[in-house]
């Protein structure tokens, strides 16, 4: 299942910004993605890094993302 992990959003996301980490980079096979998260005054970027060699136009998980939050 692709989309949000819970358990990264509940543990890795406040950790984030509690040390004010401007950066997360992941990488998955076939997607590119640029988020950016705002929490407590704190900007966290996400950057997700893959080949992107395919279009995927899926909107599965399009309610999982905050507004105004995607950038590419």
Request: hydrophobic letters at 35%; proline letters at 6%; aromatic letters at 8%.
């Amino acid at each position: 299942e692709h989309g949000p992990t819970q358990c990264l959003i509940d543990r890795l996301r406040p950790l984030l910004h509690q040390y004010q980490a401007t950066t997360y980079l992941c990488g998955h096979d076939h997607n590119l993605q640029h988020l950016v998260d705002d929490m407590n005054g704190t900007h966290l970027n996400y950057f997700v890094v893959g080949a992107a060699n395919f279009i995927d136009n899926s909107h599965a998980h399009e309610q999982a993302v905050p507004p105004n939050s995607l950038k590419f």
